[in-house]
């Protein structure tokens, strides 16, 4: 059985995190690599995805220092609303913001003054993401762009 549990992993990578304690980081990964089992096993059992999988995943691998990327079929507009909701769900974590404020930071880093509609003149040549209107409906709600921001076209 090669099952990474928490406690083989962090016997093995005598891990160094300045800003939390040993026990507590032992906790916390232990507590993630639950979360995760669980996820795993609703979205087998569901057969639909979880934005939540990908979310603690990445998290975890913060938590862990290891390498991870992102990137949805061309790379574009789906990695950019999934890079946007992690790092806002990361900012959370951290006691930044408030849940409550989470959308409307979504939608200014999504929207007309954010950084990602500016990723899509260049991927593009227009300020829109490439989803159309059956695209968005089916998207998880809290990857949704912002209204007026997306537009059908080449993905």
Known sequence: DNEITPQSYLSYNKL????????????????????????????????????????????AARLLNGARTSSCKSAKDRTSVFHTLEVTRLIERQGWIDRCHEQHILDQLRGHGG????????????????????????????????PL???????
């Open 115 to 146: 950084v990602r509609l500016k990723n899509c003149v260049l991927n593009v040549g227009k300020p829109k993401y490439s989803f159309n209107s059956v695209q968005i409906r089916t998207l998880p709600p809290e990857l949704r762009p912002p």
């Open 16 to 59: 160094k995190t300045p800003e939390l304690k040993f026990p507590e980081l032992k906790s916390m990964i232990s507590s993630l690599f639950n979360t995760l089992k669980t996820l795993i096993e609703e979205e087998n059992k569901n057969r639909g995805k979880i934005v939540d999988l990908l979310l603690v995943s990445c998290y």
């Open 149 to 155: 921001t997306a537009a059908a076209g080449e993905t």
